[in-house]
């Protein structure tokens, strides 16, 4: 195996869910020690993906809490012509970091990405209350930063405790339990399968001839005569004139069915455009 074809495009930095989560689609691949190529943001990872660079993308689809990652779904969408290969889905547990010789009583300032703030909101007032709170670009930079300062507290997940030498003080500090985020795995367009399963899952972007009365029940109206389940429909705006949307469906059963394969034949016929985004196993 090349260099370019264990290499996995995600958002960084390192020590970051999608950073995990690149690490376990590898580990599912059977690629031991895979090329991990940081990207600045998920439309970066998706020109990774489309140039060449990567073998493969990770990129976050949808939180539990915060609902659809609207930058991933406006890539696939608009920008990008890559293919779902797989999906894996991570449980979300914010840990307090702290420098490996601190504790809860020489904090002065806790940091974080401001969803994991949002997030620990009731345990920090109740723990670590009248302290003061930053923002950083990414919960693996509260971990560095909790590493090196003894007075600053970051949030966090274990993984990037350990990769930047911070120790948690405590784990499962989020408000909510329950709290999960979906990520895809990506490739080329024409990228053959990765994974096998029984059941599968397909994705797609539907986009309208033209903004009516009844073209959402038209579409919907496809899918129940060939008695194909739903499991998503988001809208998103098309960018071209306000309240013009598409839609991002996702179906059970794979473009291989015929029930499904009849479906999308019939929507063609009826939308400006079809986009199967991806047919892979449920994850």
């Not at 009365?213 to 919907?220: D, F, K, R, S």
């Not at 705006?237 to 009849?262: I, R």
């Amino acid at each position: 195996m090349t260099l370019t074809e264990a290499s996995f495009a995600y958002l960084g930095p390192a020590g970051t869910y999608s950073d995990e989560a690149a690490r376990s689609f590898a580990a599912r691949l059977g690629i031991d020690e895979p090329n991990l190529v940081e990207c600045p943001s998920f439309s970066e990872v998706f020109d990774c993906v489309d140039r060449g660079r990567c073998a493969y993308g990770v990129v976050a689809m949808e939180n539990a809490l915060e609902g659809p990652v609207t930058a991933t779904l406006d890539n696939f969408a608009f920008r990008s012509s890559a293919t779902i290969l797989g999906e894996a889905v991570l449980d979300i547990h914010h840990c307090l970091l702290v420098h490996p010789e601190s504790d809860l009583t020489r904090i002065k300032t806790v940091a974080s990405h401001p969803q994991g703030l949002a997030q620990c909101r009731r345990y920090l007032n109740e723990q670590l209350p009248g302290r003061a709170t930053i923002t950083t670009s990414s919960t693996a930079e509260s971990a560095r930063l909790a590493a090196s300062d003894p007075e600053v507290a970051g949030i966090g997940n274990s993984f990037a405790a350990k990769l930047y030498g911070a120790r948690v003080a405590e784990a499962g500090i989020e408000d909510h339990y329950g709290n999960q985020t979906s990520f895809a795995l990506i490739g080329r367009q024409g990228h053959p399968p990765v994974f096998e399963g029984e059941r599968f899952k397909t994705s797609l972007a539907l986009f309208l001839q033209a903004d009516k009365a009844g073209a959402l029940l038209m579409i919907l109206s496809e899918f129940a005569y060939a008695g194909i389940n739903l499991t998503k429909i988001q809208s998103r705006p098309t960018k071209q004139a306000l309240g013009e949307y598409m839609f991002f469906v996702d179906l059970e059963g794979s473009v291989n069915d015929l029930p499904v394969q009849t479906a999308l034949n019939c929507l063609r016929l009826k939308l400006r455009e079809v986009k199967v985004l991806g047919s892979y196993p449920v994850g």
